[in-house]
């Protein structure tokens, strides 16, 4: 056992993190690496960790506090993580244990200089690094300062720096152990880190290497500006030589000094060029033993690398599988949808059935390979305006991909793949019956399937799923369908060049389709004022509500003075629009009718913030205000040369996009009912398979792909690992922010905005909704902890359908990912509200609470003083 609580680094491999921590087993597979030199020592395991904490007074009634701790209340966690760490110092490490170290320290040398490293359990794993966390201690000679080291190194297991990382990801502290590793010290002439995958770009091909003189501290440290080379198939593609002024080198009394490096050396490279392809080949070697890009540090000494740490990079976003050695390009599919979170195996395969274009995964997203249709002439021009006018940074990323030589090979003569987006549609007659129809086809199946799915279960039920999905997708893809919300997009478009060109004014559609008839999802924002209508006259419910967390609250009102009316009014609503949530196309997102809750927040907004009637009259005020500009702009164009002609067209037009535009909304919004109507079945067989002990959760289900959840149903088998793993992987993938452009070697393209004429220092975005507006800026990224006021205006990630309600209570939106025809564009411009998408970084950039000006019309916004 005592043994057990000092291990060489000779004797551990990568396997072993739970005994030695993810430094110490990735310390122990590289030193496991013909060809990688690896500084000879050994590790104090967590064994010996949890005999010192168990030898902590009070540590568990410290660590009952510390979990309870706000991550954001950083003065309390900053006083008891101290409280913690005085008292691990103050524990005597056991004699048996100092009687290990002690034997481990003679093999290297009683008074060698060491490194004294922390190692903790969840440090350098493949989802997340943990970098920096914990403490090092560097030129430590002799037993009892190394003793003293490794007590400081395990009381870093509770900085204030790593208890608030954790707390922010729901790592209980409980489960986090600490090793300690402890290796000969290494007296460098150069150190610094080398990334196997461009950490700016997360190109896979291309190494970046970081280099100063003496050790790596300095760098790392910020003290000085490094070299930097840019390394591709063993060639440098880009060099930099830093000034560097300090360098950091071992003291003689132990520890470390900073130093001034010679003046003629400051300019001088720390590598020579064969220095830097020698390292990166190193690196590859060890990327490939580890099986993922690796964050390495190394020093030089004499002419020998030695490698003192190997992480893996978990910043990268994932490259979706191929099949092949090709060049592939990706374009987001999340970006088009609104809807950028990861999403659930169940979720992804769903969305895979639903949709006709072949989609690969990546990181819990989607993504469309788009590689033929830029190398035909024939589909690239149509896919360039496509994107580029939904969303200019997607067109731009694409463009750039195109002008590098070599990189998109020319598409044999077999012709062009099929459209991305459908086939341009025939013109039609402007006929509302044909949009009630419709609407009237759809609801009848729906009603059907609702109907017919009651009596199924097991393998008859996904057999069930699986034949209905394709009327649901004959529905979703009708060609008279997609006839009608193109046509009507076309006519806006032609409607703003026209009108700009005719009359010089820019995005006139924007007003003309105000409140225009059949729009589910505007429909849906002004019914919740209606709701709030019914409500507003009960002030017991009105307090009730306030203080509503529950999900079974609507149980709780029909014993309140207007209770059962206001519940009554929510679950009319929610049985017209309940089956919608915040990535709603993600079949395993909660629903609103599942947590009825969520909406409280808006409910009470909108009783705040608005008076009875609020709903009629908001689009009664967009009908009139678009009936004002069409007559403003056909009596306009009457006085141009060819003035009746032209008005002849822009009326056809405007009664076009009128008639057409709000069936938009509509064709996802029968998708999501159907996905809820399947929802609800499996949930109900899930709990089936918990009850016959198959599943631990009925959430399980989510975990699975549509054809293993066919296989459980058939078989009441199930792979809990399989579970257990995509679990872990989910978690991981919400941490990662997803492209909208990503190449086959993991590059991550940026597009730009191509434009000049934005103020200085103004944010630059897509204009979506004509109008300037100014006011507070909210920036809420969960629709249920929104607090709004009257004039305030939103700024978040995306707004899909769910976010609508929102939108009454707003004077414009501002948002990180849009195009001109996704949702939150369309309702803005239905409600009347000045609105700019896609500017980058929106929510980082934009502090809650700032005055901001949105200029819905140019597409730009400007932080106030």
């Not at 004022?529 to 079974?552: N, S």
């Not at 009596?635 to 996009?657: C, H, N, Q, T, Y």
Request: negative net charge.
């Amino acid at each position: 056992m005592i043994e057990l609580s000092v291990l060489d680094l000779q004797e551990i491999d990568e396997t072993q993190v739970a005994v030695v921590g993810g430094k110490g087993a990735h310390l122990g597979g590289l030193s496991r690496i013909d060809g990688v030199r690896v500084p000879p020592g050994f590790c104090v395991t967590t064994d010996a960790f949890r005999r010192i904490l168990a030898e902590a007074p009070s540590i568990d009634e410290r660590l009952d506090r510390l979990s309870r701790l706000n991550p954001d209340d950083r003065e309390a966690i900053r006083t008891l993580s101290a409280e913690i760490r005085r008292t691990i110092e103050e524990v005597a490490i056991p004699g048996d244990l100092v009687a290990a170290i002690t034997r481990a320290l003679a093999r290297l040398g009683e008074r060698t200089a060491c490194a004294v490293r922390s190692s903790a359990t969840a440090e350098d794993l493949p989802t997340a690094s943990f970098a920096g966390q914990q403490d090092t201690y560097l030129n430590v000679v002799g037993l009892a300062a190394i003793l003293q080291q490794v007590s400081r190194c395990w009381a870093s297991l509770f900085t204030e720096r790593a208890v608030t990382y954790r707390q922010r990801r729901g790592i209980d502290h409980r489960t986090v152990h600490m090793a300690v590793v402890v290796q000969q010290m290494v007296f460098p002439y150069a150190a610094g880190t080398l990334f196997t995958a461009d950490p700016i770009t997360s190109n896979r091909k291309v190494a970046s290497v970081e280099a100063g003189f003496g050790l790596g501290e300095a760098l790392v440290s910020g003290l000085v500006n490094a070299d930097v080379y840019k390394v591709r198939d063993g060639e440098i593609v880009a060099k930099a030589v830093g000034a560097k002024q300090l360098a950091i080198h071992a003291s003689p009394a132990g520890g470390t000094q900073e130093q001034a490096v010679d003046p003629e050396l400051r300019d001088q490279p720390a590598l020579t060029d064969a220095q830097v392809v020698r390292l990166t080949q190193l690196g590859r070697q060890i990327e490939a033993h580890f099986g993922r890009p690796q964050d390495i540090e190394w020093c030089l000494a004499g002419d020998d690398f030695q490698i003192v740490q190997s992480r893996p990079i978990t910043t990268l976003f994932p490259i979706p599988e191929s099949g092949d050695r090709e060049n592939h390009v990706y374009v987001s599919v999340g970006h088009q949808q609104m809807m950028t979170d990861a999403m659930k195996p169940l979720g992804l395969s769903f969305w895979q059935m639903t949709t006709p274009a072949p989609m690969a995964e990546a990181g819990g997203r989607l993504f469309v390979d788009v590689t033929q249709r830029l190398a035909s002439p024939e589909s690239r021009a149509g896919l360039l305006e496509a994107l580029g006018r939904s969303d200019p940074l997607t067109g731009d990323a694409l463009r750039a991909i195109l002008e590098r030589e070599g990189f998109i090979k020319p598409l044999p003569d077999k012709g062009p793949p099929g459209p991305l987006f459908g086939d341009a549609p025939a013109p039609m007659e402007t006929d509302p019956a044909i949009v009630t129809e419709l609407i009237e086809r759809t609801q009848a199946s729906i009603t059907a399937v609702r109907r017919e799915i009651q009596t199924k279960s097991g393998e008859a039920l996904l057999d069930f799923i699986q034949a209905d999905i394709q009327e649901m997708r004959r529905i979703l893809f009708d060609r008279q369908s997609h006839q009608v919300f193109m046509s009507a997009m076309e006519a806006a478009w032609w409607l703003n060049d026209q009108l700009e060109a005719w009359l010089g004014d820019k995005n006139v559609a924007d007003t003309l389709t105000q409140s225009v008839p059949h729009n589910v999802t505007s429909e849906m924002g002004l019914a919740l004022l209606d709701v709030a209508d019914v409500i507003r006259p009960h002030p017991e419910v009105v307090t009730f509500l306030h203080h509503a967390e529950d999900e079974g609250f609507l149980d709780e009102l029909a014993k309140l003075p207007g209770g059962r009316e206001a519940r009554e009014a929510i679950e009319a609503w929610l049985e017209k629009y309940g089956m919608r949530c915040v990535g709603e196309i993600d079949i395993t997102r909660p629903r609103w009718s599942e947590r009825p809750a969520t909406l409280v927040p808006v409910i009470l907004g909108n009783i705040k913030n608005f008076e009875p009637g609020a709903g009629p009259r908001r689009f009664e005020q967009g009908r009139q205000e678009a009936w004002a500009k069409e007559q403003d702009v056909l009596e306009r164009l009457r006085a141009l040369p060819d003035g009746e002609r032209k008005s002849e067209e822009a009326k056809r037009m405007i009664d076009r996009v009128r008639t057409f535009i709000g069936y938009r909304e509509y064709p996802k919004y029968g998708m999501v009912s159907r996905y809820f109507v399947y929802k609800q079945a499996l949930l109900a067989e899930a709990e089936r398979l918990v009850r016959a002990g198959v599943l631990g959760e009925k959430e399980d289900i989510f975990y699975l792909r549509f054809a293993e959840l066919h296989d459980v149903a058939r078989t009441n088998q199930v792979d809990d690992r399989l579970i257990a793993r995509r679990k872990e992987a989910f978690t991981s993938y919400q941490a990662l922010t997803p492209p909208r452009v990503l190449t086959s070697d993991g590059e991550i393209i940026t597009g730009a905005y191509r434009r000049d004429d934005a103020p200085t220092g103004a944010l630059v975005g897509l204009p979506v909704s004509a109008g300037v507006i100014e006011g507070r800026a909210r920036v809420i990224l969960d629709m249920g902890e929104a607090d709004l006021e009257a004039g305030d205006i939103l700024v978040t990630a995306y707004t899909d359908p769910s976010w609508t309600p929102l939108f009454v209570a707003i004077t414009g939106l501002v948002t990180e990912v849009g195009g001109l025809m996704t949702h939150g564009a369309v309702i803005a411009r239905e409600y009347g509200l000045p609105a700019v998408v896609g500017v980058v970084d929106a929510t980082r950039l934009i502090h809650d609470g700032q005055r901001i000006r949105v200029h819905g019309t140019e597409g730009y916004v400007e932080i106030l003083p």
